[in-house]
């Protein structure tokens, strides 16, 4: 009896000390992995909107996939552009092996503060115009990640299917953005090959869109907005003034469309997301150099067509020919 609880006592000393070691494991989102490594993570989202959400998401189950050990920290600078600079200097003090950047004012912020730890951004419309990269076929520094490039002129394209009548678009966006100028140019120009007048409608901060919204009515047939951090984020505002008074709004991405909009045909943030996740791992786990690593876009197939029901029917619009 004594040899059998001197055994018992042993064998429960073991199991505690195998429980107190499982239960000290760095909290991470991967269990298994060949390597033990645990890599640290910094998140800076710019905002808060599902488009934004979206390549967070994807981002977090691409590492969760891949089966790596991790730490992550979420930051949201909730638009402000000097919240945004002070978690990016947090992130960068803070030693992270890699920073994920969402939006392009969070990769500005970021790849301001270094040229030594890796960089992986999303939702940036044109790194490279943005000057965040030499050039978006190769970024020759720290900085690499996918494009939220929207297909612009098919959004146009299908502004004319919906609404063969309409003259004159009117194009509104942020002007403190500039992956919306960007996107906004190239509005101007599908405009112009399908015979639309345009007239551009801008705002510096989510305070100004219920009055400059107000002023397009009477003056535009249809709103273009594009894929814009401060617009997503007060599309309410823009659909409530646009829906009553009988102004449709075609979208540049899926998420603006469920707030309020018309229509899009655009990308998912999901999949740019996952796609830069796929980067990250490559950096973290193979030693890739983000020099050396293009821009990823998503394939035209990639590409979906959304439309709000409710929206049509309060505009008193047939989609049945899209």
């Given at each position: ?60 189950d691409a590492l969760d996939d891949s089966g790596i050990n991790y730490e992550v920290d979420q930051q949201n600078a909730s638009g402000d552009q000097s919240t ?239």
């Amino acid at each position: 009896m004594k040899k059998f609880l001197k055994a018992a006592i042993a064998l429960t000393a073991v199991l505690a000390l195998t429980a107190c070691s499982s239960s000290s494991t760095t909290d991470t989102s991967a269990d298994t992995s060949a390597d033990d490594t645990v890599y640290k993570i910094g998140v800076l989202q710019l905002t808060q909107h599902a488009a934004l959400d979206n390549a967070n998401q994807g981002f977090i189950d691409a590492l969760d996939d891949s089966g790596i050990n991790y730490e992550v920290d979420q930051q949201n600078a909730s638009g402000d552009q000097s919240t945004c600079q002070t978690i990016a200097e947090k992130l960068v003090n803070d030693g992270n092996d890699l920073i994920y950047c969402i939006a392009t004012q969070a990769a500005q912020a970021a790849a301001g503060l270094t040229q030594d730890i890796p960089i992986v951004l999303s939702a940036v419309t044109d790194p490279a115009e943005s000057g965040l990269v030499a050039s978006n076929d190769a970024p020759g520094g720290n900085v690499t990640g996918t494009s939220d490039l929207t297909p612009v002129a098919e959004q146009i394209e299908l502004l004319t299917q919906i609404l063969p009548d309409a003259k004159t678009v009117g194009i509104l966006y942020c002007s403190a953005e500039s992956n919306s100028e960007i996107q906004a140019q190239m509005a101007r120009e599908a405009c112009e090959e399908n015979g639309l007048e345009y007239i551009d409608f801008t705002v510096s901060s989510s305070n100004e869109i219920q009055t400059v919204v107000e002023s397009m009515v009477g003056k535009v047939d249809v709103i273009y907005a594009p894929t814009d951090n401060t617009i997503a984020n007060g599309m309410a505002t823009v659909a409530m003034v646009a829906n009553d008074n009988g102004l449709p709004t075609i979208c540049g991405e899926s998420g603006i469309v469920e707030a309020g909009g018309l229509a899009t045909y655009g990308i998912d943030y999901y999949e740019i997301g996952y796609m830069a996740g796929e980067m990250a791992v490559d950096i973290l786990v193979n030693g890739a150099d983000p020099a050396e690593m293009p821009i990823g876009y998503l394939s035209a197939d990639k590409c979906e067509l959304s439309v709000n029901e409710e929206t049509a029917a309060i505009l008193g619009i047939d989609l049945s020919s899209i």
